[in-house]
Structure formats: C-alpha cells, structure tokens
C-alpha cells in the first residue's frame, strides 16, 4: 500500500463517524474518504439481501451534489457476470463499463442514467463469504485504473467489512446487556440471586440480589462461607451443610429449603439450588448455584392446608350435625309427649330441664352447620350498615361498661345475607373482644369497600386493643373447637361459626393479631343491589276444620319416624310411614293416594325431594311439609314454596302445619 492510501486511511478511522456513530455513519465517513481519495463521482455500499438473489444500496455518497441516498436494488439476474467477477475477485477494475463483458448488462438499468463510464469495485467478505460490494464509479467516460488505486480500493472493502463487523458486535452486546438486565430484573422479582464458591481458594461470590433477601442493602455480601452460615436458622445449618457435603460425595446436585434470618430478625424460607463441578481426577472445584425467597409460597401453601382441612372439618362437621339434629328431634318429640302424659310435678320439671339442654345442643348443632356452609336459611338482600346500627344496644349490654364502642358505618352496604346471621357473626366477635380486654379496652367496628378483580366488597373490620393471638394458635382459629378460652368460657364454635357463614355467602375472613395489641378481623361479602328485605310467605292452603287425613311419613330415622307418627295419630290422621325413597314411590305407583306428606330431604334411594315430585305430578292437590338439616340448595326450585321445617323442631311446629291442611 502507498504512503498516500495509508494516510488516506488513517484519516478515515479517525474521523468520529467511523466509531461513534454507528453503521450509517461509518459507512458515510468512508464513502466521503474514498471519494476524494480516488476522485471518483460517486462511491456505494450495497448489501447482498434475499437470499442473495439482489443487492441493496445501503449508502450511496454523490460527490458532485454532497448528498446521500440509499435502497436502490439490482438483480442478481440482471448481470450475472458482474456478480461472479465481484465474488471470484479481490478487485473488479472496469475501465469501460457501457463495453466491459462483466458490467455492460448493466448499462440501460444503471449506467447510461447514472452516466457511469468506469468503475472500481471491492467486495465485502463477512464469514468467509460475499455478502456485499464497494462501488467506485467515475463520470468521465472511460478510465484507466492505477494499481495503487486498485490496492486502495480493496483496502476499502476491508475496512467496509471491518465496519459491519463492528456493527454485529455492537448489536450483540447491546443484546447481550439487554438481556442481562432482563435478567437481573427478573431475579429481583423472583427474589432470587446466584452465587458461587470457590472450594480451592474458599473464595464466594455473591450477586448484588443476595443482600435484600436478608433485609440488607443491594450489593451487601457476606465475606465468607462462615458468614453466610450465621445468616441460616440455627435449626437448619446442620442440614444445609449436610446437603453440600451429599452433593460433593455424589458428584452432583443438591437442592434444599432452609430458613433464614433478616437482620430485623425476621425468618423467611429459601429455596437453595448448586450444582459441583469436579476436575478430571474427581476433586471438588467449585459449586454454582442460586437462592431463591420462598417465603409468599410457603405462606400460600400453608394456607391452601389449613383451608383444606377447614373443608374437611366442614364436611363433618355437617354430617355430625344433621345425625346428630335427627336424635335431638327424637328426644325433643318424646319429651313433649312424655309431657302431654306427665301428671306428676316433678317429672315436668325434669322433662323441661331435659327439652332445654336440647334447645342449647340445637344451638350448636345449628353453629356446625353455619361452619359447614349447611345453614337451610335462603339469603336475602341485607343492608349491613342498618344491622350493625341495630345491634347497638345489644353490644352495649355484652360488652360492658369498660370496654368503648366505635362504630363507623357512613354508607349502605347491600349484601345477600341472613341477618340474623349477620348479627351472630358481630355478637361471636364482639364476645371474643370482650374476653381478650379484661380490664376494658376499645373495640371497633368499620365498613368500608374493596374491590379485587371486578368485584365490589362490602369491608367490615373489627378491631380490639386487647391480649392478642399467640402465633401458634392463628393458623387454628377458625377450626370447630379449637379454643384458648378455658372449658367453662368457650366451645371454640364462634369463630368456626363466622368462617363458614363468611364463606356460605362468597365472601371470606381474615386474622391478624399481635400479642398485647390486639387483633382484627377482616370480613369480605359481596356486595349486591338494594332489594326488598321481607321475603314472600310461601303459599299455605287451608281446608275446613275437622277434617282427617292420610300422611304419608318418609324419615329414615326409627324413632324420629315413630314420633312423627304418633303426632301426626295424635292429631287424628291415618298414617303410612317408609324409610326408603324407592319403596315409597313403588307404593304410590300402586295407586296409593294420601292426602298429605311429611318427608325428609334426604333418605335411602330416591330423596324425599324425588318422590314428592313424583306424588305431586299423580296427586296435584297433596299437602307437603318438608324436614331438614341442610342448605336450600338441597331443595328443587320446584319445591321453593313448600313449607319447611328444620331440625330440631317442636311438636307445636308439626301440630301448626297438620292444622293447616
């Protein structure tokens, strides 16, 4: 290469363009160089595009005017020995285009309009293969290239090359960084950071995110392996080192969850996962891995147990209940009869004492259900503002005088509930406050709104300054039973009653509580639209008084069926009785026709639901009085007017209904 191209090429990589600027500048600085080098009129770069069947120009600097064009394209096709000479040659030196055999198919498409008489061109080589071309074109007709110029030229094609080299480089290290902070953005969210551990020189390596799961600052590192383990749970520092020391003697992974300690001396639950590299004699190098905060996950899994176990204790409970409502209905019938035959004072009073114990066991079978979701009340639009204001006075008399009221409730709050069991909720927790302040305290309640994925809530937050929750015993709250209370002060029903009541209507509840500041309960119910409070009587028919009738008694318990029976004697009426669905509908089917029926919603084979549809379509006018422990959504649509009974109930209730039909 001459003195004068060598310079000429300095000047070009010192020109800012051709560093600084990118691929569009660089390409315009060396096109403005190679111009006034060679003196050419104009000065190209063309890429090879689609599949190298045409080139595009990609920059194009015209000398006589200073300006530049680019995205002209020429085929392949169109001069197909042009483009061998470009990829079998170093230099493809033209001194007459419009007669040259390698470039004179391109004179009508390019040259005669470009007025392109000579032409010096140098491909660009990338990989090894052409993948573009360095045009230098003269206007002054025919030109006789000097073998500097030709040296100069190729030069020039080398330092295009050079140009879109660095390009590539640029764009994947502008890649690379871009996905470097995707990364490091995804560890942080994912509250995860790596690591590594030099066994040879015990040297560790942190990445910035490791601080922040210890609730220290980002970049903070531990200085030692020593360090890091004072930061793990005394508990489990023992099994941490364990699984190293497993993961070397295997010669592979390890994977353990351990607790942590933050430096407010908080404990949260990592994930830890390495991986060994060894030396081709078997030696530990090294150990790469990464920590991760598992701490929301096992919180949300610690939940989805306790919710599971809530509905299996739900499910018994109800099955508890409703056997357990059969026998109370059985021993409330025997001993209202027994009353009716009673002469003796003393043997009324006992059988009182007896039909008020059932009354209280009615009551907690009646929680069980209400925890178990089974409550056969139909809910109704209830304004929970309304009930929380009156339940005021009743607060006032179950609280006392040292324990302060606040009630903070603006605004209406329509929800489908039962308002008596609203109001049991507010007394279950308002009795729970009571206990937990002693010696007096504040107790409060406050409706708000909350809105989570569309849905509008009506807030209730109940909050006490008394002792609190112990840690232990939060998880456990809502369970049937399970009290702190002693045997005399508690059933451990009332806040098992608020959970399944809360939970019946869609909604849910929550706990937080700290020892010696109190507690708050956080109730969610979906809220609805203003609607009419009194829900329609169902339709009663009346027949003359005197008349007697045929029952017929479908209850799968003996001595509840016996009872029902003699009611129904006592009152006149014949009787048929059945403890099977099946063998019920058989005797209607043989043209069997009572006048009235009492049935249970569930029995053996067909439900009493199935065969009172089944009597209803053979006997239009049969009366029905329905008996049960379950929800309503145990019962038809069909059924929504028959009068309904739950169990336990009173001979009275029986003897009202028998009146009416």
Not at 49 to 67: N, P, T
Not at 75 to 94: H, M
Not at 112 to 129: F, K, S, T
Not at 214 to 235: M, V
Request: charged letters at 25%; one cysteine or more.
């Amino acid at each position: 290469m001459s003195r004068d191209s060598a310079e000429v090429l300095h000047r070009l990589v010192r020109d800012p363009r051709w560093y600084d600027g990118g691929l569009d500048e660089a390409l315009r600085a060396l096109t403005e160089a190679s111009s006034r080098a060679l003196g050419t009129s104009r000065v190209s770069v063309w890429e090879l595009v689609e599949g190298g069947s045409s080139i595009r120009c990609a920059c194009l600097y015209d000398a006589e005017s200073g300006a530049y064009q680019s995205g002209a394209r020429l085929a392949v096709e169109d001069c197909p020995a042009y483009f061998q000479a470009i990829a079998d040659a170093r230099i493809v030196a033209v001194g007459d285009a419009l007669r040259d055999t390698r470039t004179r198919g391109l004179g009508p498409g390019y040259l005669e309009p470009n007025r392109i008489g000579a032409m010096l061109d140098a491909p660009i080589v990338l990989d090894g293969r052409m993948s573009g071309v360095v045009c230098h074109e003269s206007r002054h007709g025919p030109r006789d290239w000097s073998e500097a110029e030709r040296a100069l030229a190729a030069s020039i094609g080398d330092l295009a090359a050079l140009a879109y080299q660095s390009e590539r480089r640029r764009l994947a290290e502008d890649a690379l960084r871009c996905r470097e902070q995707e990364m490091r953005l995804a560890l942080e969210a994912a509250r995860v950071a790596d690591w590594s551990w030099d066994m040879q020189t015990q040297q560790i390596r942190w990445s910035a995110e490791v601080g922040p799961l210890f609730g220290r600052p980002k970049g903070w590192q531990p200085a030692d392996y020593e360090e890091y383990l004072a930061l793990i749970h005394p508990d489990d520092r023992a099994s941490l080192m364990r699984a190293v020391q497993e993961a070397i003697d295997g010669r592979g992974d390890y994977y353990i969850e351990h607790r942590g300690l933050t430096l407010a001396g908080d404990i949260r639950w990592f994930q830890c996962r390495g991986r060994v590299a060894f030396d081709e004699g078997g030696q530990a190098l090294a150990i790469t891995g990464v920590i991760a905060d598992h701490t929301m996950r096992r919180e949300l899994e610690s939940r989805l147990v306790r919710a599971e176990r809530l509905e299996s204790l739900g499910r018994l409970a109800g099955g508890v209940a409703h056997d357990f409502n059969n026998l109370l209905s059985a021993i409330m019938g025997s001993c209202e009869l027994l009353g009716l035959q009673a002469r003796d004072e003393q043997m009324r009073e006992r059988l009182s004492v007896i039909e008020r114990a059932v009354d209280r066991a009615a009551g907690l079978t009646g929680q069980l259900l209400a925890f178990s979701r089974q409550l056969p009340r139909p809910p109704r639009p209830v304004n929970l503002t309304e009930t929380l204001r009156s339940s005021l006075e009743l607060l006032e008399r179950v609280l006392g005088e040292d324990i302060r009221l606040d009630v903070h409730a603006p605004e209406p709050a329509w929800i489908l509930a039962d308002p008596t069991q609203l109001e049991q909720i507010v007394i279950n927790l308002s009795v729970n406050a009571r206990d937990a302040m002693p010696d007096g305290g504040r107790l409060s309640f406050r409706l708000g709104e909350q809105v989570r994925e569309g849905v509008a809530y009506a807030e209730l937050v109940v909050s006490d300054t008394g002792s609190g929750i112990p840690p232990e015993s939060l998880e456990r709250v809502f369970e049937p039973f399970y009290t702190t209370k002693t045997a005399q002060s508690g059933t451990g029903l009332g806040l098992a009653t608020c959970h399944g009541i809360v939970n019946q209507y869609g909604g849910r509840i929550t706990v937080e509580s700290q020892l010696g500041q109190g507690t708050t309960f956080r109730i969610e119910l979906p809220k609805t639209l203003p609607g009419d409070a009194t829900p329609p009587e169902p339709a009663s028919r009346f027949v003359e008084s005197g008349r007697r009738h045929h029952v017929l008694v479908l209850e799968d318990d003996p001595d509840l069926a016996d009872i029902l029976c003699e009611l129904v004697q006592r009152d006149g009426h014949g009787t048929t009785h059945f403890t099977n669905g099946d063998a019920a509908m058989a005797w209607l089917a043989e043209g069997h026709s009572p006048t009235a029926m009492i049935s249970d919603v569930v029995l053996e084979g067909a439900r009493g639901t199935e065969v009172i549809l089944s009597a209803q379509q053979r006997l239009p006018d049969i009366r029905i009085l329905l008996i049960t422990g379950y929800a309503p959504e145990a019962v038809p649509t069909a059924l929504s007017d028959v009068p309904m009974l739950t169990k336990p109930f009173r001979s009275d209730q029986v003897h009202r209904w028998l009146a009416s039909i």
